[in-house]
């Protein structure tokens, strides 16, 4: 399958653990996107990187949230001292250019206990 | 702000009927709207984008800049169409940044 990996698929964790999620965009790709998408809701914009450059972060990313892509391959998403509100389906998507179609992966289905 | 609206969340039709999704938007530039689809199972996809003019699957979206809609569009509903849609907004200058609406499920029954 050479589409957007988001590992893991499903993460349990007690209230206050940090977690971290990972993507692997599609090779090509130098843009990716993080979106969260809670039940009932369409997905929320997170924060976008073009290659290794973060440009544009929503409000909804608190400072607990952090996300890198460190050599504008791969990006990780830490969420610290986890909520409950921050169980969600958390999103990864790449695009090859600006106004190209973006490609999604599964998600990570987190749940905060 | 910029908005997306679907004030549907589910729509029922039976096979070979007549469908419509409704989409409304509040955006201060010129807008540029997308359908994206979630069938059971898979992934969130592109279905159509307005500037393409396209029909795919048999799904049509005219952009209304009066009123503000983009309105997804079949004439004959086939069961393997049954699935979440969402429509969507890119903003300008924000990379590719896409406003989504709550999304819409439909059900076509046989």
């Known amino acids: 399958d050479t589409g957007v990996s988001q590992n893991p698929r499903h993460k349990i964790t007690k209230r206050g653990q940090n977690v971290t999620f990972r993507c692997d965009p599609i090779?090509?790709?130098?843009?990716l996107y993080w979106y969260r998408q809670t039940l009932g809701q369409g997905p929320e914009f997170l924060t976008y990187?073009?290659?290794?450059?973060?440009?544009?972060k929503s409000r909804l990313l608190s400072d607990r949230f952090s996300a890198e892509r460190p050599k504008g391959s791969f990006s990780t998403l830490e969420i610290q001292r986890t909520e409950q509100g921050d169980s969600a389906m958390y999103l990864c998507?790449?695009?090859?250019?600006?106004?190209?179609?973006?490609?999604f992966g599964s998600g990570t289905q987190l749940s905060v206990l | 702000a910029q908005r997306v609206t679907q004030p549907e969340k589910l729509l029922s039709v039976f096979k070979g009927a007549p469908v419509e999704l409704k989409c409304n938007y509040s955006?201060?530039?010129?807008?540029?709207l997308f359908w994206y689809v979630q069938y059971s199972r898979q992934r969130l996809q592109l279905l159509l984008r307005h500037i393409s003019r396209e029909s795919i699957k048999g799904f049509t979206a005219d952009l209304n800049k009066g009123e503000t809609s983009f309105h997804l569009k079949k004439p004959f509903a086939q069961e393997e169409d049954s699935a979440m849609y969402y429509c969507a907004l890119l903003h300008a200058g924000a990379g590719n940044m896409l406003t989504f609406g709550g999304g819409t499920r439909l059900m076509v029954k046989p």
């Open positions: 090779s090509e790709h130098n843009r």
């Open positions: 955006y201060s530039g010129s807008p540029e």
């Open positions: 998507a790449s695009s090859s250019s600006d106004r190209e179609k973006l490609f």
């Open positions: 990187f073009q290659n290794e450059a973060q440009l544009e």
